[in-house]
């Protein structure tokens, strides 16, 4: 919503002139033990109950929990059901959970069930997903045969008697051919990028697709155009979740100590996997061009261990790098460790997500939320969460994020509005609370109940 | 909490029932990856979605008070860099119009008016496509009600975001005036004609939603002072 302005200089710009260190041995011997040997919970604490509806209400006041309610008496006595796959991607999986917790306390009543995968059937799934993103591929006869009979066998054992059947993405996608009654609506809910399918497969889809009542995409630009009404629900964050509760100082200090990281100098963070299309070098590339001016430090947290988290080639060009500069730290956390991920983004000044493809980006709705200024690159869904020099740094090169990093180390009070307008973008689009409404006027639209 | 003298406190004839709305959006067929292709779609598509891109966008972004005010500006400026083009698009103040059809009508007139000017532009590709989404609203009431000024004040504290906006942008479209609940109410059922006619002129171009609610606050407290 606001003007774009390009590298532009202040007079007022202070420059800090960076300290240079070209080798680890110039870190104080502190930093370089905790680096060598850095502690981390080697066994992540399982996943906290789900929040009730009451602990939101200091974040959305007493009259926002109100419409929730209210939104949800009017759905008394209807029925809701949820299918997923079990290999709903983790983080659209957690929050499934939650907000079906929330629907549940709603007395909303929804069913939640797994669809049971089977190694064939996986397979099948497996390259139904890849084709449905753009990639090549083929699916013979038998194979879709068997993926109809696999829907067609889970529907005759679980009933479908429901006011509202919600299914989310491809797998669970023909149970749509047992829908009998036109009181009853089906949902297709995809959170895959479906704007560019495989043409062949999407052959066979569509028509399941079109059978539904109504589609729901995570961003325009993942939608395709369909014969059914399409929605749109941002995927969202849990802000009581360990990944984005507010977290007490002392602890993201002692979190930031047990990694070797200096507090008294800026610290970028990128929370990203270590593969191409995270483009961790780039943003080494990007860092180095900022820290000609303005000294900082660069923290690439990820997984390396879990087995297709990281590219071989590309974790050794990072490690490469992090091993020459002594202010580049490359952190091995996996998703689990959900506390001292947060701790990492919270100690931030600056989170960068370079992706050259993507999702949603629901890292950058993380830092949002913590009230970081957000330098990203313009693709997926990013753009619909920062809005340019307005809530945060849109960028198209690696030149762009060292100038938008130069820029915000150098003009704090901007750091500071960004940050701020970034975590009410968050609040008032991007949380589970908005998820759960959206769900709910979506239930009151389909069943008529609404007031227009 | 505001307290208005017991001698101030006005009764009104009629109580004001405090109401707000939910809006699911919709992603509409339409794209645009020019100027041309903007127009056409401005022209062709639903009255809903004129008003998503318009009404609601101030709804959406309640919290920016400055840049431009409207998607079509922003999409202008930010995917197209055609700054004139975007500051004449940003300057259609929603407050103008009581129906999406004369406010479609005018963002037409000011795409064609560029493009006839400016011929070469209208089939740049757009560094971004514009999607024309729509907004499908849910009126729901609150159990807020005012029977006097004081009570007034009392739910305008604590109404949520969504409700201020529904009274107070979204009204002139229901109301068919240019105005807004608050101010209608203040005038007609309390009789404090100048206070509304003031919180009737409140710039929310320059202001967040939460700035609104102060300064209606700050107007209905001088007024009785």
Known sequence: ?452 | MMQIAPTSVRWARTPFYFSSAEHLLRIEPQRAASLAELLEGVKDCSEDSIFQHTFRTLQEHHFIQEGYSNDFAHWAFFACNENELAERLASVDVREFISVKTLRTRVIEILEDFLTNHPRVGERTAMEPFYFCSSTSVVLPTPLVARNLQEFVDALESISIHSLYYHFIEARLRLKLTSNDFSVWLEHEVGLGRAADLINRIDIYTSTLQGVRHRILRIVESALA
């Open chain 1, 1 to 452: 919503m606001g003007p774009a302005k390009g590298p532009d200089r202040s007079d007022n710009e202070s420059v800090e002139r960076p300290s240079v260190r070209t080798s680890p041995d110039d870190l104080p011997p502190a930093f370089v033990e905790k680096r060598r040997k850095p502690r981390i919970q080697e066994k992540p604490t399982g996943p906290p109950l789900p929040a009730k509806l009451g602990d939101y209400e200091h974040l959305l006041g007493k009259s926002g929990i109100e419409e929730l309610r209210y939104l949800a008496q009017g759905l008394r006595g209807k029925s809701i059901k949820v299918v997923h796959a079990p290999s709903l991607e983790n983080h659209a999986g957690e929050m499934l959970n939650r907000s079906i917790s929330l629907l549940t306390e709603l007395e909303v009543v929804a069913n939640f069930e797994a669809m049971v995968e089977d190694p064939e059937f996986r397979k099948v799934a497996h390259m139904i997903r890849r084709t449905l993103g753009g990639d090549a591929g083929y699916l013979a006869k038998e194979a879709k045969d068997l993926y109809l009979r696999r829907g067609d066998h889970f529907r005759e054992r679980s009933r479908f008697n429901e006011d509202v059947v919600v299914v989310h993405d491809p797998e669970p996608l023909s149970l749509v051919r047992g829908k009998s009654s036109k009181n009853q609506y089906w949902v297709w809910r995809c959170h895959m990028d479906l704007s560019n399918p495989n043409e062949e497969i999407w052959k066979f889809l569509r028509p399941l697709v079109e059978s539904h009542d109504a589609a729901v995409f995570s961003a325009q630009v993942f939608a395709y155009p369909l014969s059914i009404p399409e929605y749109l629900f941002y995927p969202c964050i849990d802000p009581l979740s360990e990944r984005n509760k507010q977290l007490e100082p002392s602890y993201i200090q002692h979190v930031c100590e047990e990694f070797g990281i200096d507090r008294s100098r800026p610290v970028i963070t990128q929370v990203s996997s270590f593969d191409r299309n995270q483009d961790p070098m780039g943003v080494i590339a990007a860092y180095r061009l900022a820290k000609k001016y303005v000294d900082c430090q660069l923290v690439l947290v990820g997984s390396i261990d879990t087995e297709g988290a990281a590219e071989p080639d590309v974790m050794a060009e990072v490690m490469d790098a992090a091993n020459r500069d002594p202010d580049i730290l490359v952190v091995n956390l996996p998703a689990s460790s959900a506390s001292e991920i947060n701790a990492l983004q919270s100690a931030s000044r600056i989170i960068v997500q370079k992706s050259s493809r993507g999702g949603f980006g629901t890292t950058v709705t993380e830092a949002l939320w913590k009230g970081k200024p957000v330098v990203a690159s313009a693709v997926g869904g990013v753009p619909n969460q920062i809005i340019h020099k307005i809530t945060g740094a849109l960028v198209h090169s690696v030149e762009g994020f060292a100038y938008q990093i130069r820029y915000l180390l150098t003009h704090q009070e901007l750091a500071e509005q960004l940050g701020k307008n970034g975590r009410e973008h968050v609040q008032e689009n991007f949380l589970l609370t908005s998820d759960v409404k959206r769900w709910l006027l979506l239930f009151q639209i389909l069943l008529h109940l609404s007031r227009r």
